[in-house]
């Protein structure tokens, strides 16, 4: 494995970049400024991300990105933190593609268990639906699964009303009692298909949370630049400069894994793809809310008010450490995959 970017990655990372910088939220008021939020999602409308992992027309199915690629915009997103959606219709897409159906004509995302640790499948097609529709700003509906003879249909629930929740950035909206439809033209997944998916959904969301904590870090480090105690900036303090180090320390090194996992997700076979994944995860989640707290912590009284946009971040990561299970759930995949030599379909 090859851990640097090639030039079209790196353009690409400071694509993201600039325009996250350009239209994110600077303050928690800002999350109410709707000409911003509009901005920020017709710029990313017109970029064209959140189709990343769409089939490319020549490519015989397979995605029009990798997910590394794919990777790298979630973590600048992450690091805004943006708040548009892109994780949820990211993962949508990938869902159609697998499955061969054709690109969602309008917004959708993914429907996840109520404790957000999977995907919602259903057992029967009948039967009535329940859960988490993530990232669902926009939304129209939201992908699940039912089981089948063959392995697992594709299908839809209606989304309609979002709410803020924890994580203040991606409103979630909450589906109860709803019936699912097939989606038309979508084929059989498989077991491994399933797992693809998985490792995938993984690999984003850690790639969330290296960012979520990029952002927090470094709105950290420029308080510490600015704020004075003693008459000394408060940067310059051995104690402060110790816990923004550890939590870069903590930054890089989820980065790492992250960087691996994505790559493991179209490389290695879906089994080893999604303990790599699971290994990630793990990491992230723990170090996320770690390094979110040391950055209110470096805030000293003004990290505990509202105004101070590091509790946004710390809403993005506790949220992300729980998609698709936090890091106990994510360490039994791991541990089953080594007990059994690999192969379960994802979904615990």
């Not at 969602?104 to 957000?116: F, K, S």
């Not at 408060?234 to 691996?260: K, Y």
Request: proline letters at 5%.
């Amino acid at each position: 494995m090859d851990v640097r970017l090639s030039a079209e990655q790196r353009a690409l990372r400071e694509a993201a970049a600039r325009l996250v910088d350009d239209h994110a939220p600077g303050s928690v008021a800002d999350l109410d400024d709707e000409a911003r939020a509009a901005g920020l999602e017709a710029a990313l409308t017109g970029a064209g991300w959140r189709e990343l992992r769409a089939p490319d027309p020549d490519g015989d199915g397979r995605p029009l990105a990798s997910a590394v690629e794919a990777a790298i915009v979630a973590e600048e997103f992450g690091r805004g933190p943006a708040d548009a959606p892109f994780l949820g219709p990211t993962l949508a897409a990938e869902l159609r593609r697998r499955a061969g159906a054709e690109p969602a004509a309008a917004l959708e995302t993914v429907l996840l268990r109520p404790d957000l640790s999977g995907l919602v499948v259903l057992d029967d097609e009948h039967a009535r639906c329940s859960g988490i529709a993530i990232d669902a700003r926009g939304a129209t509906a939201a992908l699940a699964l039912v089981r089948t003879g063959q392995g697992h249909d594709l299908v839809r629930v209606p989304v309609t009303g979002t709410s803020p929740g924890r994580d203040l950035t991606r409103p979630a909206a909450a589906v109860g009692d709803a019936r699912a439809e097939r989606v038309p033209a979508a084929g059989p997944l498989t077991a491994a298909d399933v797992e693809a998916w998985s490792a995938l959904a993984l690999a984003l969301t850690c790639a969330d949370l290296v960012g979520t904590m990029r952002g927090a870090v470094g709105l950290a480090r420029a308080y510490a630049g600015v704020r004075r105690q003693y008459e000394a900036l408060i940067g310059t303090f051995q104690s402060v400069q110790h816990l923004l180090a550890d939590a870069f320390v903590s930054v890089e090194g989820s980065s790492s894994v992250t960087r691996h996992a994505a790559w493991a997700a179209d490389a290695l076979p879906p089994s080893e793809a999604l303990a790599a994944a699971a290994i990630a995860k793990a990491y992230c989640a723990r170090a996320a809310r770690e390094v979110c707290e040391t950055a209110i912590q470096v805030h000293g009284g003004i990290g505990m008010t509202w105004e101070c946009l590091a509790h946004v971040h710390l809403r993005r990561a506790l949220v992300s450490a729980q998609l698709l299970g936090d890091v106990g759930v994510n360490l039994a995949r791991v541990a089953a995959h080594h007990e059994i030599g690999g192969g379960h379909d994802g979904l615990r």
